[in-house]
């Protein structure tokens, strides 16, 4: 069982390059999210997905584009990366429910930004 | 603008002692999840707690939730080194919040 899986594991971009990080879960889920994690401040949600065909923003959503593509897949995109998103990402997914999320999450994404 | 607060931040202890982290908040929560995670791992679901006052055993740990579901904590009894990690607990619907978490060394 893969559960969730991201790609890739570590990335080093330049400040204004782009990049699309994938993720892709094998349970059935209807819900995905994207968070990210820096010291200190736990996980951040960036996006999440509700079930396919519909995206809303989460608590830090500047800078980043998501695209739910199907009922497997959520991709997220940073068109210009900054310093300030050098983090490590994570994708995760949920059977969904808006009454409380049990979320299975991904091995992460480090991003650094120079 | 929900939030939990995660005490205390770091802790180091004995193999063989007990010890209880918590999380609390000013706001009432449906249910509440408590994650555990590992250093370059994602965070790991351990248990969900639903009920105000419930209390769940998953074999050495405890959890408890707060009659008035804004609080809630989780209990380990003879800590083993196995159990070091990031504990996380998390609230919310879609729009899940997680607190800071709390950094639990336990030394052989």
Redesign the interface.
């Known amino acids: 069982n893969a559960g969730?899986t991201q790609t890739p594991k570590f990335q080093v971009l330049k400040t204004g390059q782009s990049m699309t990080l994938q993720c892709a879960q094998d349970m059935n889920h209807n819900?995905m999210?994207w968070?990210r994690q820096d010291p200190?401040?736990?996980?951040?949600?960036i996006y999440?997905s509700?079930s396919e065909g519909t995206t809303?923003k989460?608590?830090v959503p500047n800078g980043y584009n998501v695209s739910r593509l199907n009922k497997r897949e959520f991709s997220l995109r940073l068109e210009s990366a900054a310093p300030s998103q050098t983090s490590v990402y994570?994708c995760?997914s949920s059977e969904g429910?808006?009454?409380?999320?049990?979320?299975?999450?991904?091995?992460?994404t480090r991003l650094t930004v120079v | 603008t929900q939030l939990l607060e995660q005490s205390p931040q770091f802790l180091s202890i004995q193999e063989g002692e007990n010890l209880t982290v918590y999380c609390n908040s000013s706001s009432v929560f449906s249910s509440l999840q408590w994650y555990r995670q590992e250093p370059g791992e994602g965070p790991v679901l351990l248990v969900t707690v639903v009920t105000g006052g419930e209390v769940k055993k998953l074999k050495r740990l405890t959890f408890q939730f707060g009659d008035a579901r804004k609080d809630s904590s989780l209990h380990i009894t003879a800590a083993q080194p196995g159990d070091t990690g990031l504990y996380l607990c998390a609230g919310g619907g879609f729009k899940t919040i997680f607190g800071a978490g709390t950094r639990l060394f336990v030394k052989a």
């Open positions: 969730v819900s999210y968070y200190g401040m736990g996980l951040r949600l999440y509700a809303d989460g608590e994570f995760a429910g808006s009454s409380g999320t049990e979320a299975f999450f991904g091995q992460g």
